[in-house]
């Protein structure tokens, strides 16, 4: 069964704090890991990572993906009271060998809280 | 803990014809359910909340004739796109709110239309 492990669960920080969230993964098949900002409604995509050891960056966000360690990491520097969210991770798997579809598996997330 | 369930994972249907997609919750009640749609480029956009009981609540621009959507328990929602067309292909996933923070996530089905 694919899983996906985020921690930590929850995280206070102050404003101007850096965070890295941390998610684990076994899925058999992988294919690509997404990270999800998650406010109100619908989680809003951040990053799709495929390759191991490539960092995508946007902003004060970065993101890398160790194939190796089956994990990938989300760095927030500079914190803002505008990224307090649930930050979610899902890995992409094809959910049959040659199937015409994928599955997604997502993890609890991690509520990062910032404090000014 | 907190598994959801979301069925099928991928179908092929006919233009014209209607599919149900069942979303449940296996080991907690979910009073709230959500339904999203994932566009090409991974993001998410919710369709509708589903409440147990009562009439779900639509987003702008979801046709809730087309998109019916059913919360007959608290663990059981299901969504029902009616008169399928090509352009109704698309990955859709529910998720479930156990009242605290967090959301737990189906595996999504993929629908089809030809």
């Known amino acids: 069964e694919d899983k996906v492990v985020q921690s930590p669960l929850s995280l206070v920080v102050h404003e101007g704090d850096t965070v890295t969230l941390n998610c684990s993964y076994e899925?058999?098949?992988?294919?690509?890991l997404l990270w999800y900002k998650q406010e109100k409604k619908a989680p809003t995509f951040l990053f799709m990572l495929t390759s191991s050891g490539i960092e995508k960056k946007s902003g004060r966000l970065s993101s890398i993906l160790d194939k190796k360690e089956l994990s990938s990491i989300l760095n927030i520097t500079a914190t803002q009271t505008g990224d307090s969210a649930i930050y979610l991770c899902a890995v992409v798997g094809p959910r049959y060998s040659g199937a015409g579809s994928y599955q997604l598996t997502f993890g609890k997330g991690t509520k990062l809280s910032v404090i000014p | 803990g907190a598994v959801v369930s979301q069925h099928p994972s991928w179908v092929i249907c006919k233009s014209g014809t209607s599919v149900k997609i069942e979303c449940r919750s296996l080991?907690?009640?979910?009073?709230?359910m959500f339904w999203y749609r994932q566009f090409p480029k991974k993001s998410l956009m919710l369709m509708a909340t589903s409440n147990e009981g009562s009439k779900a609540t639509y987003e702008q621009g979801v046709e809730k004739d087309k998109f019916l959507i059913n919360h007959a328990s608290l663990t059981l929602s299901t969504l029902t796109v009616t008169s399928a067309h090509p352009e109704d292909s698309s990955f859709y996933i529910c998720?479930?709110?156990?009242?605290?923070?967090?959301?737990?996530f189906g595996s999504g089905t993929r629908l089809t239309v030809v």
């Open positions: 080991d907690f009640q979910a009073t709230t």
């Open positions: 998720s479930a709110s156990q009242g605290y923070y967090g959301y737990t």
């Open positions: 899925v058999t098949n992988f294919r690509s």
